[in-house]
Nanobody, 124 residues
Framework: VQLQAFGGGSMQAGDSLSLSCTVSGRWASDYGVGWFRQAPGREREFVAAIKWNGDSPLYGDSVKDRITISRDNAKNTVFLQMFSLKPEDTAVYYC??????????????????WGQGTQVTVSS
């Protein structure tokens, strides 16, 4: 399976952001998808994850009040919306899928397939 993230860019604090992740390959719609971010010099951080059927989204503690994850399996796309952006949201954002279909996790260590990442920069 292949993943590709879109939608990053330069934003101002308080702006909203929409990222998308296209999932392609065999059984694409059967993979759970996670979003992670990594800022320079920091650990990779869990942002959100969603089941293959769109149920039971999970959100990272640092962003859970400001984000929504959703998916459209007809388009094999997962969406991440972030609101009230802060400078500390600046990072490269990655979407990823586990090795096994119909699973999803919080820890990045369980994800096997990764998109190329998209840079998000938030200025104060």
């Amino acid at each position: 399976v292949q993943l590709q993230a879109f939608g990053g860019g330069s934003m101002q604090a308080g702006d909203s952001l929409s990222l998308s992740c296209t999932v392609s390959g065999r059984w694409a719609s059967d993979y759970g998808v996670g979003w992670f971010r990594q800022a320079p010099g920091r650990e990779r951080e869990f942002v959100a994850a969603i089941k293959w059927n769109g149920d039971s989204p999970l959100y990272g503690d640092s962003v859970k009040d400001r984000i929504t994850i959703s998916r459209d399996n007809a388009k094999n796309t997962v969406f991440l919306q972030m609101f009230s952006l802060k400078p500390e949201d600046t990072a490269v954002y990655y979407c990823a899928a586990p090795q096994t279909i119909k699973t999803y996790y919080i820890s990045w260590r369980w994800y096997h397939y990764w998109g190329q990442g998209t840079q998000v920069t938030v200025s104060s």
